[in-house]
């Protein structure tokens, strides 16, 4: 077995060295914030439902309900490219799975995805066959059970037992002896062994394996917070992050919402609320529009190009420039009508514009579905959001399965289109206007690198954007934010504050 230097399994017979085991390619990613930008949540629940019959083949051969929508949700992702977490919740709701059930099913199906790379290394140790040979369900079937063998308190009976009665649900009786065979022999020997021998020497890759990322992530990690805190940077993406609440300005207070939902007012943003457990859908001020889950940083950026000083007079014109889904243009939205101002807001996907007019409802807001590099607006804007489409590496732990998704490749494009944003941008601010800059990553390519060239080729202004951030600390050497979840409890987003000279 190889470990190849992007993170991957590369089996021996090197036929798939671009993947882990039957890990699927992302799809493109000129138009992709954080790893959602082409797949509406109505299209992947979509996806999820072509699939709902899998778990009733599971369920119909014993296997119990945990364990049959845990592989219903391996195979959606792996056969329909859908998203843990958006399929996973509605089977559960849809199958009455509750309770201690529901708890566990969570558990196995997003820790499977988080840890592939060390499931994946521990079948190949363990099997005759290469992980490319291997069907795809019957795959499912092996990284499900060896992920209980390894992490969970599961006896191995059990688990081996419902793995195999899983393969005789779909039809392999042939391949129950195989499955159960490979099982068998990862439950000998002891997890802290098998990590100790497949663990690789380099360190860096000694610990993006450890917590199961490619290489190619840690290293981007690593250039911004350093080896020595390497290792807690990406155990923050196995740690599911609590819900954040944003109170609507004008509407509700922070205060009132956390009276409201038993929760506690956020320590950085004046509107956050953090929801330590419960359905956020059936609190009333989100059912009524007054209140929205929304990270703690998205709230902060939005906050952010309000709060921005200008030179001369704010006539209130703003715009957020790439607004889908539509999170931070309500904020923005609310704090306009309270500032008198009017918001632009541009999306060039109608499916999502169509997410941004409901979530702007009643605001001072316009959308417009257009290009953002050319949305044939007329310049002088006060303030310009450019919240740009990127990788999404600062949102790993809310999608389990996106950094198997992610490919280094990626960030050229990327880098290429986030740059053609902020030069539209430089173009629509007046003179005196600002402009923040943010992405969803802390990868340098994707921000540091872009505002560089902003300052360099288009001759903007970098402000210092630390007194924006609520009080946030540890956020950077630079006059730019980069927050991060072990630090902050935040995804890892980036944003910084350019001005245009007069």
């Keep these: 077995m190889t470990l190849n230097n992007s993170g991957g399994f ?28 082409t797949s509406s949540q109505s299209h992947q629940q979509g996806q999820g439902r072509r699939t709902r019959s899998a778990s009733d083949v599971y369920s119909r051969a014993g296997v119990d309900p945990a364990r049959a929508a845990a592989l219903h949700v391996l195979q959606a992702v792996r056969s329909d490219d859908a998203y843990a977490n958006l399929v996973l919740p509605g089977l ?44 795809p369900q019957l795959l499912d079937i092996l990284r ?47 997890p802290e062994t098998w990590l100790t021998r497949l663990t690789p020497a380099d360190e860096l890759s000694a610990l993006a394996f450890k917590h199961s990322h490619p290489d190619w992530i840690a290293r981007s990690f690593a250039e911004v917070v350093g080896m020595e805190e390497l290792g807690a940077a990406l155990e923050a993406d196995s740690e599911r992050p609590i819900v954040h609440l944003v109170a609507r ?82 904020l923005i939205g609310a704090l306009a009508r309270i500032d008198g101002a009017h918001v632009d807001a541009v999306e060039i996907a109608p ?91 802390p990868d340098l390519r994707e921000t540091r690198a872009i505002v560089t060239r902003a300052k360099e080729e288009l001759g903007m202004v970098e402000l210092d954007a630390h007194p924006l951030a609520g009080g946030m600390v540890n956020v950077g050497t630079e006059q730019s934010v980069q927050m991060w979840p072990h630090r902050h409890g935040t995804d890892a987003m980036f944003f910084a504050v350019l001005r245009k000279p007069e």
């Design 92 to 135: 559960l709701r849809e199958r009455k799975i509750a309770g201690r059930d529901a708890a566990f099913a969570t558990e196995i199906t997003y820790g499977t995805l988080r840890n592939l790379r060390i499931v994946d290394a521990v079948i190949d140790a363990a099997s005759t066959r290469e992980l490319s040979s291997i069907a």
């Design 351 to 441: 499916h999502r514009a169509k997410l941004v007019s409901q979530a702007v409802q009643g605001l001072p807001v316009t959308v417009h579905v257009a290009d953002g590099r050319d949305p044939d607006l007329q310049p002088g804007y006060d303030r310009i959001l450019v919240d740009a489409p990127c990788s999404g590496l600062g949102a790993l732990r809310r999608r389990p399965e996106a950094r198997w998704r992610k490919q280094e490749s990626d960030l050229e494009d990327l880098s290429h289109l986030q740059f053609e944003l902020l030069e539209s941008a430089t173009k629509l601010v007046r003179p005196g206007g600002a402009i923040v800059y943010s992405t969803c990553s």
């Design 144 to 190: 499900l059970g060896t992920y209980q063998l390894l992490f969970t308190r599961v006896e191995a009976h059990a688990a081996v037992d419902q793995s195999v009665r899983a393969v005789e649900a779909i039809g392999q009786e042939r391949a129950k002896g195989f499955v159960n065979g490979i099982l068998r022999t990862v439950s000998r020997t002891k």
């Design 249 to 330: 300005p004008g509407e509700i207070s922070a205060e009132e919402l956390a009276l409201i939902s038993g929760g506690s007012e956020a320590q950085f943003s004046p509107y956050g609320v953090y929801l330590e457990a419960g359905d956020p859908g059936k609190l009333e001020p989100v059912r009524e529009g007054l209140a929205a889950v929304q990270d703690e940083g998205s709230q902060l950026i939005a906050r952010a190009l309000t709060q921005v000083e200008l030179n001369g007079e704010d006539q209130g014109r703003w715009l957020d420039l790439c607004a889908g889904p539509g999170g931070k243009s309500a």
């Design 10 to 37: 590369r089996s021996r017979s090197k036929k798939n060295p671009e993947q882990q085991g039957n890990r699927q390619q992302t799809s493109g990613a000129s138009g992709n914030r954080g790893g959602n930008r």
